[in-house]
T-cell receptor
Framework: EAGVVQSPRYKIIEKKQPVAFWCNPI?????LYWYRQNLGQGPELLIR????????DSQLPKDRFSAERLKGVDSTLKIQPAELGDSAVYLC?????????????????FGPGTRLTVT | KQEVTQIPAALSVPEGENLVLNCSFT??????LQWFRQDPGKGLTSLLL?????REQTSGRLNASLDKSSGRSTLYIAASQPGDSATYLC??????????FGPGTSLSVIP
């Protein structure tokens, strides 16, 4: 079974330029997550999709970040314009979630990430 | 605001030792908890998942437990090996339906 696929693996851009990341989740997984991980820290959730709906985007800097998940499968995360502080690893994860509230069952699977360097 | 701490931040042990990593949530209302390992420059690999109806999970030399009343989880690694060297992260699904990660414990197992 193929895992979560992300591209590109590495990206170097100058500040104020746009950048986009792509994620293909595990087949059949209804939930997709985008995280940002700074060096020496745990991942921070940017946005979570359940099928096509963004159910949690409270941590997404909406002035410059946007995301979409067309047809509830692949997803794209975009930054425009990029700033120096956006340099980080951007991780995509997916899970098959069932139930709700305290009865929710899920297990997250992560892609290899995209390392973004803004100069 | 829910916060997560992991203790210790870094750990270096000789090969063969048993060790315990700790994860603690300020808000003890955690529904599920997942332990991951992350190798340098790589994504996260799932190790163990404790669902809301469970208290612990075991896989090989790994055992994880979750005490929901205190919001604390431990990851026990038996007979550590150099290949266990990595960063270990815990992530919890809170009662507010948020997924929150800890900062990680960096483990080094010396041959």
């Amino acid at each position: 079974e193929a895992g979560v696929v992300q591209s590109p693996r590495y990206k170097i851009i100058e500040k104020k330029q746009p950048v986009a990341f792509w994620c293909n989740p595990i087949s059949g997984h209804n939930t997709l997550y985008w995280y940002r991980q700074n060096l020496g820290q745990g991942p921070e959730l940017l946005i979570r999709y359940e099928n096509e709906e963004a159910v949690d985007d409270s941590q997404l800097p909406k002035d410059r970040f946007s995301a979409e998940r067309l047809k509830g499968v692949d997803s794209t995360l975009k930054i425009q314009p990029a700033e120096l502080g956006d340099s980080a690893v951007y991780l995509c994860a997916s899970s098959l979630e069932k139930g709700s509230g305290s009865a929710t069952t899920y297990e997250q699977y992560f892609g290899p990430g995209t390392r973004l360097t803004v100069t | 605001k829910q916060e997560v701490t992991q203790i210790p931040a870094a750990l270096s042990v000789p090969e063969g030792e048993n060790l315990v990593l700790n994860c603690s949530f300020t808000d003890s209302a955690i529904y599920n908890l997942q332990w991951f390992r992350q190798d340098p420059g790589k994504g996260l690999t799932s190790l163990l998942l404790i669902q809301s109806s469970q208290r612990e999970q075991t896989s090989g030399r790994l055992n994880a437990s979750l005490d929901k009343s205190s919001g604390r989880s431990t990851l026990y690694i038996a007979a550590s090996q150099p290949g266990d060297s990595a960063t270990y992260l815990c992530a919890g699904r809170t009662s507010y339906d948020k997924v929150i990660f800890g900062p990680g414990t960096s483990l080094s197992v010396i041959p």
